[in-house]
Structures are given as structure tokens and as C-alpha cells.
């Protein structure tokens, strides 16, 4: 049983994975056996990255582009062609957060969100999948939805309108490349203790209500996430597609 779930031999690309979420899902399919390519916008963060994934005896490396650069993404993987490494997973799990009310909102803030946290899965997926597609070997996008992808909250609105974009991408990315042995699925978290959720996790009142709501009651962990991640990128997952799946703690199943 444990083979489904072997990455041996494949190469995972993860945008977004310096820190956070995007970290725990390259150390836990490095953990699984993949090569694992991570991102950032910092080089000196990215390097600082892949080294404590190399200490812990990983295959890893890095490369600092922003996700949102059509060119940049196109450089990396024609670098990638040269020297013959092939990505057969890619997670899309960049993304970025404005918390304002939308009367106070700028188009611009809100051309951000969408850019870096829809638009660039779009641009990541696309060039691995022609890639993927002439190869004739098939592959695994992981795009990261939200809680968001499903139900809103107020003052999130451009972040909502992203990750209910990215589930609907999902399931357009698995119209148009099961057929070729590729499987499009995604990942919701629920409400997970990480920096970009710090300043929620420090107002009481929205911590108590998270602890409230969620039948679980409490705040999910980033490693809670890593079975999902290794699942959909594993040959587990060969006839799952279009799909999301929400690892909250049961918060979405309970009014």
C-alpha cells in the first residue's frame, strides 16, 4: 500500500514555498520522495529554504521568480528543458492577503490578489502541462483553494473571489487534461496557524470564534495538511480529478 503513496523519482515544483503552508507541502512530499523546486521572491530567502530542506537529507532546490511574471515562469522551466528535469507535480500554493471592506478597497490591491493568487496558478499549470502533455506521461496539479473557495467572509473579497476562481480552474484544468493522464485537484484549508493567519490567531474574539464554529474546535496545523498534499501528487489519487478537498476540521459541514 505504501507504493501509492511513493514519490520516488518525481519532481515537484512548489510556488509559494519559503515559509508557511508552501513550506510544509515541499517538506512533505520531499519527506515522500520527490525532488521538490521551491519559490520565492527573495533569493536569500529561497536558498535559506532549500538549504534547511538539504540539511534534513532532501533532494531540493530553488529558483526566486514572481508567480505573477509570465516571462519569469516561461525562463525557469526553458532552464528546467536544458538540463532534462522534468516537473511532474506542481503545487500552486502562492498567494497573498488584503483585509479591507470593498467600499475601502483599491482596484489596484484587488488586481494583486487575483493576480498572484488565480491568475499565476493559471500561468504555473499552463507551462507544466504542455510540457506534461508532450511528454506523454501525465502529472499532478495541486492548485491551494480556501474555505474561501466555497463560503465567504466580509472584508476577504478579493482573496474570496480568487480561491472560488482557483476551485472553478480546477475542475476547467480537468475538462481539458485528464485525457492526458493529468490530474487537476486542490486543497481548501481551513483555518490554519500560520504568519499570514497571525493577526487572527492574536484577536481574541476572532479566536474564539474560529474555536467555536469549527467542530473540531481549534486552529488546524500546517502538518495537518501534508497527507492531502501527498495523496493528490501520489498515484493514490490516478482517478481523482477536478476535485477539492477541504481539510477544516469539519467547519464546513456545520452551520
Keep these: 500500500?505504501?507504493?501509492?503513496?511513493?514519490?520516488?523519482?518525481?519532481?515537484?515544483?512548489v510556488t509559494g514555498s519559503t515559509r508557511g503552508l508552501g513550506f510544509s507541502y515541499a517538506e512533505g512530499l520531499a519527506a515522500a520522495g520527490a525532488a521538490v523546486i521551491l519559490n520565492g521572491t527573495q533569493p536569500a530567502t529561497v536558498q535559506a529554504a532549500v538549504e534547511r530542506l538539504q540539511s534534513q537529507g532532501h533532494r531540493a532546490r530553488g529558483f526566486a521568480f514572481d508567480v505573477t511574471d509570465e516571462q519569469a515562469?516561461?525562463?525557469?522551466?526553458?532552464?528546467?528543458?536544458?538540463?532534462?528535469?522534468?516537473?511532474?507535480?506542481?503545487?500552486?500554493?502562492?498567494?497573498?492577503?488584503?483585509?479591507?471592506?470593498?467600499?475601502d478597497l483599491e482596484l489596484a490591491q484587488w488586481q494583486r490578489v487575483l493576480d498572484t493568487n488565480l491568475t499565476s496558478a493559471f500561468i504555473v499549470a499552463r507551462a507544466a502541462a504542455k510540457r506534461m502533455i508532450a511528454r506523454g506521461k501525465g502529472g499532478k496539479i495541486i492548485n491551494i483553494?480556501?474555505?474561501?473557495?466555497?463560503?465567504?467572509?466580509?472584508?476577504?473579497?478579493?482573496?474570496?473571489?480568487?480561491?472560488?476562481?482557483?476551485?472553478?480552474?480546477?475542475?476547467?484544468?480537468?475538462?481539458?487534461w485528464a485525457e492526458f493522464n493529468i490530474q487537476s485537484n486542490a486543497i481548501g484549508?481551513?483555518?490554519?496557524?500560520?504568519?499570514?493567519?497571525?493577526?487572527?490567531?492574536?484577536?481574541?474574539?476572532?479566536?474564539?470564534?474560529?474555536?467555536?464554529?469549527?467542530?473540531?474546535?481549534?486552529?488546524?496545523?500546517?502538518?495537518?495538511?501534508?497527507g492531502t498534499a501527498v495523496y493528490l501528487a501520489s498515484d493514490a489519487s490516478n482517478y481523482v480529478n477536478g476535485q477539492i478537498i477541504y481539510v477544516d476540521g469539519g467547519w464546513l459541514a456545520v452551520l
Design 145 to 176: 483553494g480556501s474555505l474561501t473557495s466555497q463560503a465567504a467572509r466580509a472584508t476577504v473579497a478579493p482573496y474570496t473571489a480568487a480561491k472560488g476562481g482557483i476551485k472553478m480552474l480546477t475542475c476547467s484544468m480537468a475538462a481539458e
Design 1 to 13: 500500500m505504501s507504493a501509492l503513496f511513493d514519490l520516488t523519482g518525481k519532481t515537484a515544483l
Design 189 to 226: 484549508p481551513g483555518y490554519i496557524l500560520t504568519d499570514m493567519n497571525a493577526a487572527l490567531v492574536d484577536n481574541p474574539a476572532f479566536d474564539s470564534w474560529v474555536k467555536a464554529s469549527n467542530p473540531s474546535k481549534r486552529w488546524g496545523k500546517p502538518e495537518e495538511l501534508i
Design 73 to 103: 515562469i516561461e525562463a525557469v522551466f526553458s532552464q528546467l528543458d536544458r538540463e532534462h528535469v522534468e516537473v511532474d507535480i506542481v503545487i500552486n500554493n502562492a498567494g497573498i492577503q488584503y483585509r479591507k471592506p470593498l467600499v
